[in-house]
């Protein structure tokens, strides 16, 4: 029985690859330089809800990257602070402020046990707090940001990948959120709940633990190993490279399909592997889950063999890579 990958997360500075096989599960910690390589044996089945497995092990299509079927979707959702149905929370929520390229400014809440995985699991570039208080003081906070400064609270995983490779310098990233942090501390006493209490500004960059822009990722394994399925340490230990703009992503796996590639660069749920031909392409761990996943041996110099796309769009390529 092979691994099934059931995402990936961030509950630090490093992304980690969870796997289940039945009733064991094993955790991989990603670094820099490691070799990633597997295939996907049989057909995608729902990934289930909220811990639970879907009672019917529905096919779901191989392009979604929610991974459940209509059925699981919906249970999953009704449970979901998104979905504003938990309006009786009691946990404390703070209200963040991310920036994922030019242009590209949201806002958002996450519970504030969590830190920041929210925002490494999105890919945010640069964040700063803007306030913490009870949930509905920071879903309204949210309301009043769309309403009065515009501000959305959604950008399309795809404008994230292409904004990544074309990044401005450090003190260029800030200043937008900056200037966006300053609009909505004015709105104090002019819609802002006075049950949600404003933190100071306090930007943190993401970049060198992303390993993208203009920093560098250094390959390191850490404490954790690299022992889950799939996933090789580096050959050389004390490499380092720069991310290059990536030219595709994979589209959805397929039944013995192979993804490959060194890890340069990780991002949200996105992996940036580079291929032996030298080419840098980009995996949505989300189009994992579902899957029964083999190893496959010498992962260093082998192929993409799944549908890929170009990043940013363009023609889609339905062949190989």
């Given amino acids: 029985m092979g691994w099934e990958c059931a995402g990936l997360r961030w509950p630090g500075d490093r992304p980690e690859l969870v796997w289940r096989q039945g009733e064991r599960?094993?955790?991989?910690v990603l670094g820099y330089g490691s070799v990633l390589g597997f295939r996907a044996m049989g057909e995608r089945h729902c990934s289930g809800a909220r811990g639970n497995a879907c009672p019917v092990t529905a096919v779901v299509p191989g392009r979604s990257t929610g991974g459940r079927c209509a059925e699981c979707a919906r249970l999953d959702r009704a449970h979901s602070v998104a979905a504003d149905t938990i309006a009786d929370d009691p946990r404390?929520?703070?209200?963040?402020?991310?920036?994922?390229?030019?242009?590209?400014?949201?806002?958002?809440?996450?519970?504030?046990?969590r830190g920041a995985a929210r925002l490494r699991e999105q890919g945010a570039v640069v964040f700063s707090w803007l306030g913490r208080g009870p949930l509905m003081a920071a879903r309204r906070t949210e309301e009043v940001l769309r309403a009065a400064l515009g501000v959305p609270d959604r950008i399309p995983y795809a404008r994230k990948r292409v904004a990544r490779g074309v990044l401005p310098g450090g003190e260029e990233r800030?200043?937008?959120?900056?200037?966006?942090y300053g609009r909505a501390a004015a709105l104090e006493g002019r819609g802002w709940p006075e049950s949600l209490e404003r933190l100071p500004f306090a930007p943190v960059d993401h970049v060198a633990i992303f390993?993208?822009?203009?920093?560098?990722?250094?390959?390191?394994?850490?404490?954790?190993?690299?022992?889950g399925a799939g996933i090789d340490r580096p050959e050389r230990p004390d490499r380092t490279e720069r991310l290059e703009r990536p030219v595709v992503a994979v589209r959805e796996l397929a039944g013995g399909g192979v993804v490959a590639g060194r890890l340069v660069a990780a991002a949200g749920p996105d992996l940036h592997l580079r291929a032996?031909?030298?080419?840098?392409?980009v995996l949505d761990t989300r189009l994992l889950t579902g899957w029964r996943l083999d190893r496959i041996d010498g992962a260093a110099g082998a192929a993409v063999t799944v549908p890929v796309e170009a990043v940013g769009g363009g023609n889609v390529q339905?062949?190989?890579f």
């Fill in 276 to 281: 032996p031909d030298g080419g840098t392409v």
């Fill in 211 to 227: 390993g993208i822009g203009d920093a560098v990722g250094r390959v390191d394994i850490g404490a954790g190993g690299a022992s």
């Fill in 174 to 180: 800030g200043t937008e959120i900056a200037e966006l």
């Fill in 92 to 113: 404390t929520y703070r209200v963040y402020l991310a920036w994922f390229g030019p242009g590209m400014v949201k806002v958002g809440i996450t519970a504030e046990e």
């Fill in 318 to 320: 339905g062949g190989l």
């Fill in 25 to 28: 599960q094993r955790v991989s």
